[in-house]
């Protein structure tokens, strides 16, 4: 009998020594001469306990981790004994589904991420995959503009703009024009790996929801621009892309439908600010990736001059379930406007570090006390970032805050790609507010004049507050740069990055009246 070990090929399953617990495993079954089926699965999400593997025992998977290739080596010798679900060890976590952290989630999206081979077409289908292009062929394009409108879906990249609205705008464009789909991949904020780990661990889903798309508004051509430091996305898209073309789910004629659609991964070089949707185009056609003004907007003018449709990752990657299950199934999740789930990312100082896919109307505390564990160095929290970078700091007191885009707004903060950075107690929120402006100073394109130099003023007026120079006078100074940059600016950059400052003012003051030198390397 061959026995199923699960070890992910995700990029922080990797970084934590997956490929050497995979080749631990091997040589400590070659020895036993035990028959083994080593697959690389995507990550569950539960990174404090990566590189996490699982063996499959009468149906069922058992997990443990952190491994190491010692442990592996072990656990691989017991199972010529005894089935994973008896054995022993310091490691051992009982089945995956049943840890507390797993088991609390509702996993739409991310259903089949760390379940299946990533690049299996046959793993995929036999897990419900393209039941959603099945039933976009059969109800049409204007049926899936219909479905997708009343699941509630909204962007997952930041502005929480409703899909439906944005593909009705690109599919009532005059036909006979060239539409184009363009996937935002380019993950950039800090906190964040949602996008990367459907990408790698789930790439079909993504490409499904693409090709979807496509035929709801009648584009031909898709683009995933992907960020260059997810080499191991690339590589599983363009994997899981070639298996869809060569079964004739992407190219001239989709699943023998008459509608065609084609899709190409392009890299990005690095830019921050190519994240926004009119920077990404300008960089998709070759040029710098410099914000356009708008109007016009991308669904009236976008790439090449033609309609088209960008959404992020996350956002297309939700649409195959809202055709296959309706858009009443996903709807019935989440919160006044905020529907369906949304996967969030915890990470900065936690003890449960992850991915943690819920509907929306989950507190902040509870995700960061109950779900995260609280912080990993032990010391009380003392404010969580939400949103990136870019994200207000939000004190204890706002931990009854519910996870949806409008309680985020009403205290002045924002859920962007759903990223939360917790900070303990140690943190100096001045250095932080001061991090905001140096963070926009190095990745504004140049355009306009509120981001491209009130992030440089406002980081030398913050070095003025840190090291205790006159500080009330540079704190007004702080608060007009704010107000500056969030009314003035082109694009995000520029304007949200008030956010941070002013939350940071706000709510932690007393940090603003330390004299402390900031080290040379902060530059």
Request: with cysteine.
């Amino acid at each position: 009998m061959t026995i199923r070990i699960f070890i992910p090929r995700d990029a922080a399953a990797v970084a934590c020594g997956a490929d050497a617990v995979v080749a631990a495993v091997q040589q400590a079954a070659q020895k036993a001469k035990l028959a083994v089926e080593i697959v690389r699965n995507g990550s569950r999400g539960m990174l404090w306990i990566e590189p996490l593997m699982e063996v499959e025992d009468a149906g069922v998977r058992y997990a443990f981790g952190p491994m190491t290739t010692a442990d592996a080596t072990k656990i691989v010798a017991s199972l010529t004994k005894a089935g994973a679900a008896k054995i022993k060890h310091p490691l051992a976590l009982g089945p995956t589904e049943e840890i507390p952290f797993f088991k609390k989630q509702t996993r739409l999206t991310f259903a089949r991420c760390g379940l299946t081979d990533p690049v299996s077409l046959a793993d995929y289908k036999a897990h419900g995959g393209y039941k959603g292009l099945e039933r976009a062929l059969a109800v049409g394009p204007m049926g899936i503009v219909d479905e997708v409108t009343k699941s509630g879906l909204r962007g997952r990249g930041g502005a929480g703009f409703p899909t439906g609205i944005k593909w009705k705008t690109v599919h009532d464009t005059p036909m006979g024009q060239q539409k184009y789909i363009v996937c935002n991949a380019d993950e950039g904020d800090s906190g964040t790996f949602a996008d990367r780990m459907i990408m790698e661990g789930d790439p079909f889903v993504l490409i499904e929801g693409m090709t979807i798309a496509g035929i709801a508004v009648g584009a031909t051509k898709g683009y995933i621009y992907l960020r260059s430091e997810y080499p191991h996305a690339e590589i599983a898209l363009n994997q899981a892309i070639g298996h869809a073309r060569a079964a004739g789910l992407l190219g001239p004629t989709v699943a023998g439908s008459p509608h065609a659609f084609d899709l190409e991964v392009r890299m990005g070089a690095g830019a921050y600010v190519c994240g926004e949707e009119t920077s990404l185009l300008e960089s998709l056609e070759g040029k710098r990736g410099l914000v356009r003004a708008k109007p016009p907007l991308p669904a009236h003018k976008g790439l090449f001059g033609q309609p088209t449709v960008i959404n992020n990752v996350l956002s297309l990657s939700a649409v195959p379930f809202i055709l296959s299950d309706g858009a009443t199934a996903y709807f019935d999740y989440g919160m006044g406007r905020s529907r369906g789930t949304m996967p969030i990312q915890l990470a900065g100082n936690i003890k449960h570090g992850g991915l943690f896919e819920t509907a929306f109307g989950i507190t902040l505390g509870e995700l960061v006390d109950d779900i995260g564990g609280g912080t990993y160095s032990g010391r009380p929290v003392k404010a969580v970032q939400v949103g990136g970078p870019l994200g207000a700091y939000f004190p204890r007191g706002y931990f009854d805050t519910p996870f949806d885009y409008e309680a985020f707004a009403a205290r002045d903060g924002l859920i962007g790609h759903a990223g939360v950075v917790v900070f303990d107690e140690t943190a100096n929120m001045a250095k932080q507010a001061r991090f905001a402006f140096h963070f926009c100073a190095a990745e504004s394109c140049g355009k306009c004049t509120p981001c491209r130099i009130g992030a440089v003023r406002g980081r030398e007026t913050m070095d003025k507050i840190i090291a205790g120079h006159d500080t009330q006078a540079n704190l007004a100074v702080v608060e007009d740069l704010c107000n500056t940059m969030k009314f003035g600016s082109l694009c995000a950059l520029g304007g949200f990055t008030p956010y941070p400052v002013s939350s940071a003012l706000n709510h932690f003051p007393e940090d603003f009246g330390r004299v402390q030198k900031l080290p040379v390397a902060a530059e």
